[in-house]
């Protein structure tokens, strides 16, 4: 693919998409061809698996299916939209990826590591980032940056113990992927982290 792959990953309230957006907007100035997604979603079909994933309504929904909707918004996002743009040699920036799932649904859920690597691997046939930034924050100090969990949101409903090892889940991933996933302070001001998401991309030619 002639264009990058770039994910971000964290917990709720740590900052991803005023992330993104900073960056897109630095990126526009500059003129910097460059493509904004995020999952689950960034596609029509996509959007209407999240929908089903989140609605709050959805109380009855079991781990196992949880674990496959993530999956089948991705590989179709991930057709649809992701690898299109990339084979057009843009900079793909995409809020959360598949460290989302081995993070909540392998992780804090307890499906484990392997049936999600087994289902995504199946899902996006092994395709990669280029590199993926873990805001990192714990979620007791994201939740209180952003007021609570949102109460129409059936994954922001789960409880502090359940985030808790979702953020365990990344510190995880990120020991396990030192190459890839990289860790982004991000307790401070959002211009400050804005300014290292934006030195590090560039020394890592991304940008
Ligand atoms: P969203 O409102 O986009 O949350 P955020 O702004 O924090 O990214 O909702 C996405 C939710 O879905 C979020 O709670 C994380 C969860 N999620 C998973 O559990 N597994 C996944 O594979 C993905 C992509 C997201």
Redesign the pocket.
């Known amino acids: 693919m002639k264009g990058k792959f770039v994910t971000f990953e964290?917990?709720?309230?740590?900052g991803?998409?005023t992330q993104i957006r900073l960056l897109s907007e630095r990126l526009k100035t500059e003129g910097v061809p460059h493509m904004v997604t995020?999952?689950?979603?960034g596609s029509d079909i996509a959007e209407q698996i999240?929908a089903v994933?989140?609605n709050g309504k959805n109380s009855a929904m079991c781990d196992e299916c949880?674990?496959l909707l993530?999956?089948a918004?991705?590989a179709q996002h991930l057709r649809e939209k992701v690898q299109p743009a990339l084979r057009a040699g843009m900079l793909v920036l995409c809020?959360?990826?598949?460290?989302?799932?081995?993070?909540?649904?392998g992780y804090?859920?307890g499906l484990g590591a392997d049936f999600i690597a087994d289902i995504n691997g199946f899902a996006m046939r092994d395709f990669t980032p280029d590199v993926t930034l873990f805001l990192d924050i714990s979620p007791e100090a994201a939740f209180r940056r952003k007021h609570g969990a949102?109460e129409d949101?059936?994954?922001?409903q789960l409880g502090l113990d359940f985030h808790r090892k979702?953020y365990q889940g990344y510190l995880k991933l990120a020991a396990s992927y030192p190459e890839r996933i990289v860790k982004v302070e991000c307790g401070g001001s959002k211009f400050r982290t804005a300014e290292g998401i934006y030195s590090l991309l560039k020394r890592r030619g991304i940008i």
């Open positions: 964290g917990c709720e309230g740590s991803k998409s995020r999952e689950p979603g999240r994933i989140l949880e674990a993530y999956a918004a991705r809020d959360r990826y598949v460290d989302s799932s081995l993070a909540y649904q804090a859920r949102d949101d059936r994954m922001e979702v």
